[in-house]
């Protein structure tokens, strides 16, 4: 299989994962790519279990990864080398089947026989991608936008959980469990031949959104109200807040399953969208009302606003200071930072920019990718 049709199979592989749920990033891929160099694909056990341990980061995606693997890499789809793109197949089956189920030889031998038009296909769709992944969410058409939203949904966010200094029992970890080890060599005459270990706990990180719906954030707020929808996924300990002139909580109206509900009820809570900005009174409330509710242990907070602010500075300084020192990570996502030539020079962003550990921009698809592999990685 030539080297270049062997990469785009891998990628096709893992947009396959994050369609099935999986969560996959683009890193992760990479990640498959650069292991190729010691990994030989004619290993077929040993490249499955690279592609596991990279690609596959809770228990029950196992079963779906394994499916997916063996369809994908079957070893009579390899046989035709760099003449059918796998990855378009496989999406194509998937759209005339909701279930994973393996391909007939029959089936195998239609797509090899329609070559053309998969190649054709799969250079189109590759390159109105990225396109749409460059594109300012302001300057976006009705149809553009709707394929955000679906684009939102279909990649999931992971936020990392967080190390306590509390130790529980593993298989293997970084600590000697000495307790452990002398009840196991009970059972042996008090011999220690078995050894045991102990790892740090892992626990779920709160995350809260603070989303600006103000008249400067016109052209983004509709859209950022559906990705603070999307970040459900991260975390099950979600809280969300809208804020123009003050501020207003939204978790409840988030917890309807069907989004287009959810979103109608968040809008019509908020009594203040597309008015003014007062950043800092909105920060005001939130401290001294709702930080001690929902600011635990590890808690992340994501600040959406492009610091355009009517009220008063000293206060927004005093109460940034204020949010910082109660949060483990302050990120502050800002759609204009993304322009060409954008220097922050207004007198909220110069109050909040000592304070927050990520200044980020958040103005295109690729912004949202670069905001994912940020929470997936946090310690």
Not at 11 to 21: A, C, E, I, P, S
Not at 60 to 86: I, Q, Y
Not at 177 to 186: A, H, I, T
Request: charged share 30%; glycine share 8%; proline share 3%.
């Amino acid at each position: 299989m030539a080297e270049s049709q062997l990469v785009r199979n891998v990628v096709q592989f893992g947009r396959l994962l994050r369609r099935l749920g999986l969560g996959t990033t683009t890193a992760e891929i990479r990640a498959v790519v650069d292991a190729l160099e010691v990994v030989s694909i004619t290993s077929r056990g040993d490249f499955k279990n690279a592609a596991r341990a990279l690609l596959v980061h809770r228990h029950e995606h196992l079963e779906v990864f394994d499916r997916a693997f063996d369809l994908f890499w079957s070893s009579s789809a390899l046989e035709t080398g760099p003449r059918v793109d796998l990855g378009l197949a496989l999406e194509r089956r998937l759209k005339r089947t909701p279930q994973l189920v393996a391909l007939s030889s029959d089936e195998q031998q239609g797509d090899a026989a329609g070559e053309l038009e998969t190649v054709v296909e799969r250079r189109y769709t590759y390159s109105a991608r990225e396109v749409l992944r460059r594109k300012d969410f302001g300057a976006l058409t009705a149809g553009e936008e709707e394929a955000i939203r679906r684009l939102m949904r279909d990649q999931p966010l992971r936020l990392a959980p967080r190390r306590t200094r509390r130790k529980v029992s593993a298989r293997d970890g970084a600590f000697l469990d000495v307790r452990g080890l002398l009840r196991r060599s009970l059972g042996r005459g008090g011999e220690p031949v078995e050894l045991a270990w102990r790892r740090r706990k892992e626990k779920r990180r709160p995350l809260v959104v603070l989303c600006d719906v103000s008249g400067s954030m016109e052209a983004y707020s509709r859209l950022f109200l559906e990705l603070v929808y999307a970040m459900k996924t991260a975390t099950d300990r979600l809280e969300a807040f809208l804020f123009g002139t003050r501020l207003t909580r939204i978790t409840r109206q988030l917890r309807s399953r069907r989004v287009e509900q959810a979103l109608r009820d968040a809008t019509a809570a908020v009594a203040d969208w597309g008015g003014g900005t007062r950043i800092g009174e909105a920060l005001k409330t939130f401290n001294f009302e709702w930080a001690r509710r929902v600011l635990g242990q590890g808690s992340v907070v994501a600040v959406i606003s492009d610091g355009w602010d009517r009220g008063d500075v000293e206060l927004l300084e005093r109460e940034i200071a204020r949010l910082s020192r109660h949060c483990d990570r302050l990120i502050w996502l800002n759609p204009l930072l993304g322009s060409p030539g954008y220097e922050p020079l207004t007198r909220g962003i110069k109050a909040i920019l000592p304070r927050v550990d990520d200044f980020l921009p958040i103005h295109n698809l690729e912004s949202l990718e670069q905001l994912g592999a940020l929470l997936a990685r946090l310690d």
